[in-house]
């Protein structure tokens, strides 16, 4: 059986609902650009989710080097273009409201920081693997205060790799000083996150917060839980574990 000593984690919607969060965001802008110029604040609202959503899911690696600050202002744009409205200046604005708004939203799941502390206690060491942007994620670390609990992190466009790439996977384990062998590797999407670690040789954890379905023909995760608090008792720590497959 193994025995881990390392366990690396997703970001968002693992250990914060960061789906709540940016579409509430989303939501207030929309809701207050409405009040101003007397248009459909939930078509704003879904229209700007699209965007995001479908910028998130194609990215790769041809885009990190790109800011993110001017693609989200981007994004900004095609939705209020969608919803009739082109002032030059509501782009920029919108993308900043968002963000303050998004800020102040940020807040752990439940259960998080205890795993997270629980974790170091049995001396296991801690990496976070992300594919934020460095100029938004490192704030959004530092907002949550879980920093300081992490060995070392890696966000795509300081290592320029995505998830699912195995390399990052194997890279994270590298630098901690492990091996695939001896780490987990805990996220909410599949693809993103289990697959590329299973192909790595990691121990994978689904934390399934969406209620998805394992996609067809594709290998199953370690352990599958529903929340962050469940991923201690399926974790192979001291050679003892429970599955949740």
Same mark, same amino acid.
């Given at each position: ?5 390392? &366990? ?8 914060? @609902?960061? $789906? ?6 989303? /939501? ?10 007397? %248009? @459909? ?20 690696? @041809? &885009? ?8 989200? /202002? ?8 969608? *919803?009739?409205?082109?002032?030059? /200046? ?5 993308? @900043?409201?968002? %963000? ?10 439940? +259960?998080? %920081? ?9 001396? *296991?060491?801690? !990496?976070? &693997? $992300?594919? +934020?942007?460095?100029? $938004?994620?490192?704030?959004?670390? /530092? ?9 070392? %992190? ?5 290592? +320029? ?14 630098q901690l000083e492990s091996r695939p062998a001896r780490s987990a590797m805990v996220g909410d999407r599949y693809e993103r996150d289990i697959r590329g670690a299973h192909e790595? !040789?990691?121990?994978? *954890?689904?934390?399934? &917060? ?13 352990? $599958? *839980?529903?929340?962050?608090g469940q991923v201690l008792s399926v974790l192979p720590l001291g050679g003892v574990s429970s599955s949740g497959r």
């Amino acid at each position: 059986m193994r025995r881990l000593d390392t &366990v690396l984690f997703d970001l968002d919607d693992t250990l914060h @609902d960061d $789906t709540a969060c940016y579409r509430g965001a989303a /939501e207030q802008v929309a809701q207050e650009i409405a009040a101003a110029h007397a %248009i @459909d604040a939930l078509a704003l609202k879904a229209a700007y989710v699209m965007e995001a959503e479908s910028f998130w899911q194609r990215l790769s690696g @041809d &885009v990190l080097k790109t800011k993110l600050a001017p693609l989200r /202002e981007e994004m900004w744009r095609n939705a209020l273009s969608s *919803v009739g409205l082109d002032h030059p /200046e509501l782009p920029r604005y919108c993308a @900043d409201r968002y %963000i303050r708004i998004r800020n102040e939203r940020l807040e752990l799941f439940p +259960g998080a %920081i205890d795993l997270l502390r629980a974790l170091r206690e049995r001396h *296991v060491k801690l !990496g976070l &693997v $992300t594919n +934020g942007f460095s100029e $938004t994620h490192r704030e959004k670390i /530092e907002l949550l205060r879980i920093g300081s609990l992490f060995d070392a %992190i890696f966000i795509a466009d300081e290592v +320029g790799m995505v998830k699912p790439d195995p390399l990052l996977f194997a890279h994270a384990c590298m630098q901690l000083e492990s091996r695939p062998a001896r780490s987990a590797m805990v996220g909410d999407r599949y693809e993103r996150d289990i697959r590329g670690a299973h192909e790595a !040789g990691l121990f994978t *954890v689904w934390v399934n &917060v969406h209620g998805a379905a394992l996609p067809a023909g594709a290998p199953p995760p370690d352990a $599958t *839980v529903e929340t962050i608090g469940q991923v201690l008792s399926v974790l192979p720590l001291g050679g003892v574990s429970s599955s949740g497959r």
